[in-house]
């Protein structure tokens, strides 16, 4: 072996095992106390209590929550257990679930979060939902903004996806609303009570412009 094809050798195997760094440091998130904020539209996003239970066991029966949502139905108890869990899953750094609700009010009238939080990756994926009384107000374009700027600004993800059936127009319309970008379109992605359903990706990277949502 020549000289020069033992250095490629050395250089190539030095190549192969350097480690791409984390994108956002483990511990970054869940060492944090999960933070609240207040919305454009007026409303608040924070953290899930043991009071909510109720709500979340009520909102599993709404028809549009249940259409694209698929929350199952939870009783009191499993609606409690649930909320405890995504204060493991945020200490755990898996998940991100945000409450929609009145300034100072206990009930809830919509979620918001993030999942699939891929902090060596960079990226998450969103879910939410909004019960009538909290519909009709531009809440969730807010509420998916809110929570954007948090995660590429403050915690340091690169990129968010939203992924939605595309019957669901109104999930279409608060992506376009928020700015992510309409990728393409996934065959036969989710199975919903009528069957598999094509899906929506959009998405959201570092450095794309944000909206002005006319506030």
Known sequence: MSACTASFGLWHDARMIVPIPAVVPQGRMGRAEQPAFRLACGLELRPWCAEDAQVLADACRDPDVQR??????????AARARIGRWEKRWQDEAAAIW????????????LIGLSDVDLGGGS??????????????????????????WALDDLGLHRLRITHSVANTASCRVAEKAGFTLEGTMRSALLHHDGW???????????????????
Do not use: C, K
């Open 68 to 77: 694209w949502n698929r929350p199952g139905e939870l009783s009191l108890e």
């Open 99 to 110: 409450a929609i609700a009145e300034p100072g009010a206990t009930s809830p009238v919509g």
């Open 197 to 215: 359903h094509d899906e929506h990706l959009h998405a959201r990277v570092q450095g794309d412009d944000w909206p002005d949502l006319g506030r």
């Open 124 to 149: 998450a994926e969103f879910l939410y939902w909004l019960l009538p009384g909290g519909r009709g107000r531009g809440a969730m374009a807010d509420a998916v903004l809110r929570i954007s700027r």
